[in-house]
DNA sequence: GCATTGATCGATACAGTGTATTGGACAATA
DNA sequence: TATTGTCCAATACACTGTATCGATCAATGC
């Protein structure tokens, strides 16, 4: 018999199995067979398979560091501390802002971030955070979402263009997109990484107008 | 025997039982049942569940009108006529982001949108649409998600704090959070619609300083 | 020391899921 | 008329989350 049976074990458990095969692959079935339990076993330490959920994004929450000095830093820090994590754990961009997020890990992340944020009023930090969360959110999901896409339409991840083009094409030849069309055909093409800075310079920008006012 | 089978159809079936009961009740057998027929006569029409999905939201998709004249009004309208989209079907806020849309609803939003962007360069096109985007998807999400959350601590929706209150309490009393804790106590608290707006000004601020640049 | 109670935990069971397969009815062809 | 091919419904499979029940075993009362 290994260690004792606890939640931690029971998190840790299911994170390994959505890391390696997804999500789907995280059933209380298997996470109980992976630590040589019945299945009926894990309802001692969890409630249901959503708290299990919500206890796996939580454990997320335990890898973000977010740093840095002047509440610029520190956002833009925390904005890439979230994308890292959804790196590392694909899954998380699909559970990421499907609930509200109040584990303990991830309220310390929230207050790591809240109080470096000097300089932005009391009023404004809400606001700030809650916006710069959002943009991530959104990007995370979209940017892991494309990837996966590219990864099922075969390995080729050069060029969006190139996996799904015959679809494309095939769509913008119909011209009934032109305007997209010549933003896709013509425009240039940041990849992963710049498109998320870009966005999220936008908003801080936009956010600095707001502070310093 | 009513109208003849088609996908359609069955998407409009789907999202009116997503839309009474959520997106847990859409199976395959209750979108037959309701449709009169047998579970795998739908595989005539769609490839998967997936597929069901993803027509559900290229769905949702055609309810969107984005309108306006110069950039910001249109990217505004971008962002709210998805936010109503989502206040029309909750399930949405689950499956925005979660895969690439590009069906031809989803695509004709898209070229209304860029066809209005007059004053952008062709370069900041994508990533100004796409920063805008990902903003609205995560802050769509939250929003939702929160929603959902006061529905289930009993029907108050008059303020998280008291919703929550008593594990908030209860964790802000162990003093491990106190920044967090001074802004959730003591801070302005903004409705969803303005914490919606807010976010967006600050993303549209940062964009406009880019544009004229 | 023994009987009884109470908690603990595994196995079983149920209702539901997405979808593969199979078999039969019917239309079109030879 | 015989045969082929197409369509569609029913059955079946493997799997899900979780309720329930029965047995095991420790602690308690006499």
Redesign the interface.
Known sequence: MPAPLNRERIVRTAIRLADEDGLEAVSLRKVATALGVGPMRLYSYIASKEELLDLMVDGAYAEMRPVGDGWREVLRSLAETTRQAAHDHEWLA?L?????Q?GPHA??V??TV??RLEGVS??D????V??V???????V??EI??R??ERATGMDERRWQAA?GP??ER?FATG?????A??VR?????DADD?FL??L??????????ISR
Chains 1, 2 share one sequence.
């Open positions: 699909d990421l802002g499907g609930r509200p109040l309220l310390a929230g207050e809240v109080a009391l009023d930090i809400m606001p700030v809650a916006a969360n959002a943009y991530v959110i959104g990007a999901r979209r979402a494309e996966r896409a799904l679809y494309l769509t009934r997109f032109p305007a997209l010549t933003v013509d425009a240039a093409h940041l498109t870009t966005g310079d936008f908003l801080l920008d936009g956010i600095e107008a707001r």
